[in-house]
């Protein structure tokens, strides 16, 4: 690590951000098990696998209306109230789905309801982490241990979820993920302190999407994130994948690991070698190459170098996590929260559109290889132009280099 840069300790050492990751990281490992034991519960019951997805399909739509629409509470109400609040509702609305033989219709309306009362705690948290740090590396490390402890945890999840709900049984599994709530609620309640509302009850409902759109290097920082979605395509595509590379289905699991794993050690890099103004100047140039990376598999590869591929896209990747910090930096405290509802909103609908459209392209085509180098010269098209935007913005403004002074820049 460079001379003078924190680390992870020092974002550890605040202890409101110690009780917020872990609550956030227990709480994503019991989210997984939910994942596994309710589709396991619903195939089981009903034999339809449309049903079976629509379950992922609900905590979509969820992140979509909740997104847009209810992170602005975390404006208009005392942060720590409304994480209390929604864990406390979150762990009923589980225990609910926890009851055995409860209808599969009822199971999808609570899938929905928690995926809703996600939306504005998510922002509360992430707009109150903004206000806990006054140092921006600490602040930047802290989001570096967020991305690379929820996606560590994600994989364990979903790779021990299925022997765990197995094992103990779905009603029990999501009776251990309704507890992880009521854990994040005392977490919460005991270590993080209370702060005035952020904003105004007064305020316009969209606001933040206005402060948003109508500034040039918010316009950047989003086209940076929702990137993501071209990225992404070679996920929802690893079944035909696997089968073009010649593999068995137990390469898909190898292909849906190689970015996540590529991305916590991009992420991991990036924060033990690269300084906080550093990062900000090459995010433009990481999105690009993340998209490029996906151009090899014009190279037609094997298991070995596609995998190889997939993990060095993570890796580059990993270049999220500074424009989330960034995005939050630039953003008025007073309206982080429904910020924040915009940039995770058309994260998670890129993501979904994205994939949506490989699969139509690879069955059009008859090719996921050749699709996902499509994807990736999508991707190069749209990222080069943001990066030599945001170059010249910098340019522009050549004290861009800290986080904190980024908030006091012209748009």
């Not at 990062?279 to 190889?308: E, K, Q, Y």
């Not at 059009?364 to 913005?393: D, E, F, H, K, M």
Request: hydrophobic share 55%; aromatic share 8%.
């Amino acid at each position: 690590m460079s001379r003078g840069t924190p680390g992870f300790a020092a974002a550890l050492a605040v202890t409101e951000f110690r009780a917020l990751w872990f609550a956030e990281t227990q709480s994503v490992f019991g989210d997984q098990l939910a994942k596994v034991a309710l589709t396991i519960l619903v195939y089981e019951r009903t034999g339809s696998p449309l049903l079976a997805a629509l379950m992922y399909a609900l905590t979509f739509l969820s992140a979509l209306i909740g997104g847009l629409g209810l992170s602005q509470l975390a404006d208009r109400f005392p942060r720590r109230r409304l994480m209390i609040v929604s864990a406390l509702g979150q762990a009923v609305l589980v225990g609910l789905m926890a009851v055995p033989g409860m209808p599969v219709a009822v199971l999808c309306a609570l899938v929905l309801a928690v995926g809703l009362l996600q939306s504005p705690s998510a922002a509360a948290q992430n707009a109150l982490t903004r206000e806990i740090f006054t140092d921006d590396e600490v602040y930047l490390r802290s989001q570096d241990l967020r991305g690379i402890s929820t996606n560590t945890i994600m994989l364990v999840g979903l790779a021990c979820g299925g022997m765990l709900v197995v094992g103990v049984g779905a009603s029990w599994a999501l009776a251990l993920n309704a507890v992880t709530f009521l854990i994040s609620a005392f977490l919460i309640a005991r270590f993080v302190k209370e702060r005035q509302i952020a904003g105004s009850k007064e305020d316009g409902w969209f606001g933040a999407a206005r402060w948003v759109f109508g500034r040039s290097r918010m316009r950047v920082l989003l086209t940076l994130s929702w990137l993501v979605g071209l990225v992404v395509i070679p996920e929802g595509l690893v079944a035909p994948l696997a089968e073009e590379l010649g593999e068995s289905d137990a390469a898909v699991g190898w292909l849906l690991a190689a970015d996540p794993l590529g991305f916590v050690l991009g992420v991991y890099l990036l924060s033990r070698f690269v300084a906080a103004q550093h990062r900000v100047r090459v995010m433009g140039l990481l999105a690009a190459g993340a998209s490029a990376t996906l151009i090899g598999f014009v190279l037609h590869p094997n298991l070995v170098l596609a995998l190889v591929l997939l993990a060095i896209a993570g890796m580059f990747g990993a270049y999220q996590i500074t424009v989330s910090a960034t995005f939050n930096s630039l953003v008025p405290n007073d309206i982080r929260g429904g910020a924040f509802g915009i940039i995770r909103t058309g994260l998670r609908v890129s993501q979904g559109i994205g994939v949506a459209i490989g699969g139509a392209v690879a069955q059009g085509i008859g090719s996921a290889t050749n699709t996902i180098v499509w994807a990736g010269v999508a991707g190069v098209v749209i990222a080069v132009p943001a990066a030599v935007a945001w170059a010249r913005l910098n340019r522009a403004e050549p004290e861009t280099a800290g986080l904190t002074r980024l908030n006091s820049l012209p748009s």
